[in-house]
Structure formats: structure tokens, C-alpha cells
């Protein structure tokens, strides 16, 4: 598509619940970022996929969350049993891979009640 | 490790008036890039303008211009002729030169444009 496309848009999710967000990046683009922001606050890297390289998952807060991309292209990042402190807006970016021309998409906002 | 700061929570300024928001940077690496964006309400990521550190020219894009004091290590972003549709949340982010190229954010700046 035209742009990174994320969904939902929106996710209210009871405490204790599963959650999996859905990236759909740029056609070609090789690199894909997720990024967490609490409301008022910058971007949290989460994890990186680089083509069939391993992914660097650094940025991951606990072992509750994992993400996948398959194919190279569409990633899911999944929350499992999800605490209240995981409500932010989950962003997911792509790029050709060179370091430059990142592109987000709209991002996912998880309400978690 | 790369950090980026930006010490202004929040900023206003006149419509058409220019603005300076502020950004400092701490690395040990001699390449890297800079870079700004901007988030309107909407929540979209905007991208603005980049400087690469072995640029000798302050990056411009229109109305927006990026001072870089290398020295100081900042990297200020220049908004000029400010209009209602700048006031938004303003990120400055640091390229970082591991293998995965990921963006490092500041806190942002939130602008608010008054008329």
C-alpha cells in the first residue's frame, strides 16, 4: 500500500486478556519498527525486523510481549495478559532498510480496563 | 548510550512569528543523524527535515530550519512564519548506528499557535 497501515485503531481490552496488533508496511520496505508512547510522553522503541536477520528485541518491557513478521512484511506484536500500565499508543514504522525514509503509520491505541 | 533531550515541556508563540524549539543530543559516535517530526493531534508521525552530522549546512525545508551546533551538541528546529496548523507535539530523534538503525526520541515539545 501507499502507507504503513495498523490496526485496529482502537482496542479497549479487559486486564488479564490477550491483545495482537496488526503493521502492514510499505511494499519493499525491508526494516519495521514498533514503537510504544504513553499518553504526553515520546516513543518507546519496542523491536526491530531487519529482512530473515533476528530481530532486535531490546526494547521489549517483559516477556509478555513478542512480535512476529512474516514473509518479511505484515508483523503482529502481541500483549499477553495485559496490565493496565500497557495503555499507549503502539506505533509501527518502516523503511527501506538504509537509515533513512521512516515512515509510521497511525498507530494502535490499547486501552487495557 | 545515545540519549535525546528536549527541555521544553511546552511553547507558545504569536502566529507568524518564528519559534525555536529546543533539542540536545549525547552520543559517542561521530556519524549519526538527526532528525524531527511532528505530531499533530491526529496522532500521525510527520517527518520534517534531517542533518547528518558530517553535514556542513544547516538542513532547511521551507519553513522549517535545523540549527546544528555540533560542538554544543544540539539541534535546535527552527519553525518560521508560524501558523495555526504548527501547534502540535514536536519530536527530535537520534539515529542509532547499530545494525538496526532504530530511532532514539526525545520527550517532545508540545506548540501551541496563538492567533
Known amino acids: 500500500g501507499a502507507g504503513v497501515s495498523q490496526s485496529p485503531s482502537n482496542k479497549v481490552t479487559e486486564k488479564g486478556k490477550d491483545v495482537e496488533l496488526r503493521c502492514d508496511p510499505i511494499?519493499?520496505?525491508?526494516?519495521l519498527y514498533w514503537y510504544r508512547q504513553s499518553l504526553g510522553q515520546g516513543l518507546e522503541f519496542l523491536i526491530y525486523?531487519?529482512?530473515?536477520?533476528?530481530?532486535?528485541k531490546s526494547g521489549l518491557p517483559s516477556d509478555r510481549f513478542s512480535a512476529e513478521r512474516t514473509g518479511g512484511s505484515v508483523s503482529t506484536l502481541t500483549i499477553q495478559r495485559t496490565q493496565q500500565e500497557d495503555s499507549a499508543v503502539y506505533l509501527c514504522?518502516?523503511?527501506?532498510?538504509?537509515?533513512?525514509?521512516?515512515?509510521f503509520g497511525s498507530g494502535t491505541r490499547l486501552t487495557v480496563v | 548510550a545515545q540519549k535525546i533531550t528536549q527541555t521544553q515541556p511546552g511553547m507558545f508563540v504569536q502566529e507568524k512569528e518564528a519559534v525555536t524549539l529546543d533539542c540536545t543530543y549525547d552520543?559517542?559516535?561521530?556519524?549519526?543523524?538527526l532528525f524531527w517530526y511532528k505530531q499533530p493531534s491526529s496522532g500521525e508521525m510527520i517527518f520534517l527535515i534531517y542533518?547528518?552530522?558530517?553535514?556542513?549546512q544547516n538542513a532547511t525545508e521551507g519553513r522549517y530550519s535545523l540549527n546544528f551546533q555540533k560542538a554544543r551538541k544540539s539541534a535546535n528546529l527552527v519553525i518560521s512564519a508560524s501558523q495555526l496548523g504548527d501547534s502540535a507535539m514536536y519530536f527530535c530523534?537520534?539515529?542509532?548506528?547499530?545494525?538496526?538503525?532504530?530511532?532514539?526520541f526525545g520527550s517532545g515539545t508540545r506548540l501551541l499557535v496563538r492567533p
Open positions: 542533518q547528518g552530522s558530517y553535514d556542513e
Open positions: 525486523f531487519q529482512g530473515n536477520s533476528a530481530p532486535d
Open positions: 514504522a518502516s523503511s527501506p532498510g538504509t537509515g533513512y525514509g521512516y515512515t
Open positions: 530523534a537520534m539515529r542509532d548506528w547499530d545494525s538496526s538503525y532504530k530511532l532514539i
Open positions: 552520543t559517542s559516535d561521530q556519524s549519526y543523524g
Open positions: 511494499s519493499g520496505h525491508t526494516a
